[in-house]
C-alpha cells in the first residue's frame, strides 16, 4: 500500500508527527518512509533576473493586455 501523508518534524524528539490519521496500520507496525522537503511558497522577488529586459517587457505587456487596469475616477 502508498500513500502520500504530511507531517511536521520534530527536532526535538527526531520524529514526525502525522497531520492526519494513518488508517490501516497496526501499532507499532515499522513502514518505509521517503522524506521531502515541502515546496515553500517563493516570493515574486525570486522571480526577478530570469528574464532579458526584453523577453520582460513582452511579459509584461502581455500582462497589461491581460489583466487591464481602468483608471480610478474621482
Do not use: Q
Not at 504530511?6 to 492526519?20: F, I, P, Q, V
Request: a negative charge.
Amino acid at each position: 500500500m502508498s500513500k502520500v501523508l504530511n507531517a511536521e518534524y520534530d527536532d526535538a524528539t527526531c520524529s514526525l508527527r502525522l497531520l492526519e490519521p494513518l488508517e490501516g496500520f497496526a501499532d507499532r507496525e515499522r513502514v518505509s518512509v521517503i522524506v521531502d522537503h515541502a515546496e515553500a511558497k517563493r516570493p515574486w522577488s525570486d522571480l526577478r533576473g530570469l528574464l532579458s529586459g526584453e523577453d520582460g517587457e513582452k511579459f509584461a505587456r502581455a500582462i497589461d493586455e491581460a489583466f487591464p487596469i481602468e483608471p480610478i475616477k474621482k
